[in-house]
């Protein structure tokens, strides 16, 4: 049973630039959360969705940050126009029901 | 809001010694979870052991056990006969019912000496 994907593992932007980062959830599992992890830090939340809905995005900066779970296909968090201090390790974790959350290898983004 | 606090920023045991990791938290809310990650080297996280609030029974996992202490709000971690694969950042995390959202303490950085 093949555990939280994302990709891509390591990404490069460099400033104004647009991140895409996506994650398939664990099989069977249809709740979706990002966090974020700055150098040094524990892990914040940013959003929470189910398939085709956002359920709490109450961590996502109000700019510039989307996320989506569509009804086919993995959740993507979406960064536009990037600055340096977006560089951070993005996780994705994913539920059956609300309990344990299982997470992803995450992917860590570097603004240049 | 929730909170959760690790007061232990690093430590370092011998291999074979056991270690214990402290936690406490703050919650108004009766149901929740809580939680230790392990993040290694490699900066996956790594669920390491789960405790429901309403147990009484502390949580174990293999040399993994915790002392949960629901009115002290205290959740420790203790590893016992500790090896080197067990090096890496722990971080406690809190989950109330009806919130969906983990909150992370700031992690205690363990190295295991060989």
């Known amino acids: 049973n093949a555990g939280v994907m994302q990709n891509p593992r390591h990404l490069v932007r460099r400033r104004g630039q647009e991140a895409r980062l996506r994650c398939s959830p664990m099989?069977?599992?249809?709740?979706v959360y990002w966090y974020r992890q700055l150098p040094e830090e524990g892990l914040k939340f940013m959003v929470y969705l189910q398939k085709e809905n956002i359920i709490d995005e109450s961590g996502m900066p109000k700019e510039r940050f989307s996320a989506e779970f569509p009804k086919e296909g993995p959740s993507i968090l979406r960064i536009q126009q990037v600055v340096r201090g977006d560089s951070a390790a993005y996780f994705c974790a994913s539920s059956r029901t609300q309990e344990t959350q299982y997470f992803g290898p995450g992917t860590r983004l570097l603004v240049l | 809001a929730q909170t959760v606090t690790q007061s232990q920023p690093e430590m370092s045991v011998q291999e074979a010694e056991t270690v214990t990791l402290s936690c406490t938290y703050d919650t108004s809310e009766n149901n929740y979870y809580l939680f230790w990650y392990k993040q290694p080297p490699s900066r996956q996280m790594i669920l390491v052991i789960r405790q429901e609030a309403y147990k009484q029974q502390n949580a174990t996992e293999n040399r993994f056990s915790v002392n949960f202490q629901k009115a002290a709000k205290s959740f420790s971690l203790k590893i016992s006969d500790s090896q080197l694969g067990d090096t890496a950042m722990y971080f406690c995390?809190?989950?109330?019912?009806?919130?969906?959202?983990?909150?992370f303490g700031t992690g205690t950085r363990l190295t295991i000496i060989p």
């Open positions: 995390a809190f989950i109330d019912f009806g919130n969906e959202k983990l909150t």
């Open positions: 099989k069977g599992h249809s709740h």
